[in-house]
Each structure stands twice: as C-alpha cells, then as structure tokens.
C-alpha cells in the first residue's frame, strides 16, 4: 500500500521561506519519479519539479526555476522542495506524486502520475 505524506505547509509572508516534504513508503519495485504539483483556488493543478530517485533528473516550471529546489533522501524515501523568495502567486495547495510508467511523457502531465499525497497549503501574503 503506497503512501505519501507530505508536511511542511504554512503561511508566510513574501519573500520568506518554505521547505516542504514527501515521504513516500510501501512502495517496493525499485525507482520511480516524484513531482510536487499545485493547485491555487480556481486554476488549474501545475508541475512544480520533478526529480528522479535514480539519479535526479530534476525539472522545474519556469515560474519557480532560480527560487525552488528539489532534493531527495533516499534513505529516508523522503522528497523535499525548498521555496525561498516566495511570492503571493506561489499560494497553492502543493502535492507530491509519484509516478512509476509513462515516463516518455512530460514529467508536468497529472494524468501519468500514480499515486499522489493529501496535499499541504502555503499560502503566502
């Protein structure tokens, strides 16, 4: 049974900080990619990065690129994403997910990831 919790959420104001994590467990069957996604109230979900437990691999949206940073801890099966100078627009509920096949199409389409986490909000003013 394949969970993903993430923590890390909160409010801060423009410019501050943020690291949000991921721990992904129950799943067994060798690498696979994470992507942290966003949803703000009334738009669409996006690709935030992405990053292969194989050997990175990483991926940013172009709005985050510069101010987002996408690690991992493969002994804690744990992803991070650390968000400095954050801007209002970054307010979002974030999620991670996993994805395991369909790796041939672009890391930022929802539809191909598996498995995803309950989502955590930052919200920035």
């Known amino acids: 049974h394949v969970q993903l919790v993430e923590s890390g959420g909160g409010s801060v104001q423009a410019g501050g900080s943020l690291r949000l994590s991921c721990e992904v467990t129950g799943y067994g069957r060798g690498t696979y990619c994470v992507a942290w996604f966003r949803q703000a109230a009334g738009q669409e979900r996006e690709g935030v990065a992405r990053?292969?437990?194989?050997?990175?691999?990483?991926y940013y949206a172009d709005s985050v690129k510069g101010r987002f940073t996408i690690s991992q801890d493969n002994a804690k099966n744990t992803v991070y994403l650390q968000m400095n100078s954050l801007k209002p627009e970054d307010t979002a509920m974030y999620y991670c997910?996993?994805?395991?096949?369909?790796?041939?199409?672009?890391?930022?389409?929802?539809?191909?990831?598996?498995?995803w986490g309950q989502g955590t909000q930052v919200t920035v003013s």
């Open positions: 990053i292969y437990t194989g050997g990175d691999n990483i």
């Open positions: 997910a996993v994805r395991v096949s369909g790796f041939l199409s672009p890391w930022y389409y929802d539809t191909t990831y598996t498995y």
